[in-house]
């Protein structure tokens, strides 16, 4: 969507950057702007750990964002959260930043 940014987060952590709470703000200026957007917050882990630790792992960093956009004024209502670890990779080689890329949270309209 457009005027919606994907955070990204360190390795095995659950909590945000300086940098995510910056673009979540303007992400929840945007949420609360456009009123009639319904997201999916999908959290993502890179490849490295179990499945089931790297599920858990997504689930925390969607539940975060979601906590974090409600504390802005964005109603729970329009957020729902989904976890797929590392099933969904937008990088696959084995280097630090191509970790970074999937180490995320990003938003799709439902």
Avoid at 14 to 23: A, D, G, M, N, Y
Avoid at 31 to 40: A, G, I, K
Avoid at 84 to 107: P, V, W
Wanted: aromatic share 8%.
């Amino acid at each position: 969507i457009t005027g919606l940014t994907t955070v990204h987060f360190e390795y095995d952590s659950s909590k945000l950057t300086e940098e995510s709470k910056r673009l979540l703000a303007a992400n929840a200026e945007w949420l609360n702007s456009n009123s009639n957007v319904t997201l999916s917050i999908e959290g993502h882990s890179d490849s490295r750990g179990s499945n089931e630790y790297n599920l858990t792992l997504g689930e925390r960093r969607a539940n975060t964002v979601r906590t974090f956009l409600q504390g802005l004024g964005v109603d729970s209502s329009r957020l729902i959260t989904t976890t797929f670890g590392e099933e969904k990779l937008i990088s696959m080689g084995d280097g630090e930043n191509d970790h970074y890329q999937n180490r995320r949270a990003n938003f799709v309209p439902r």
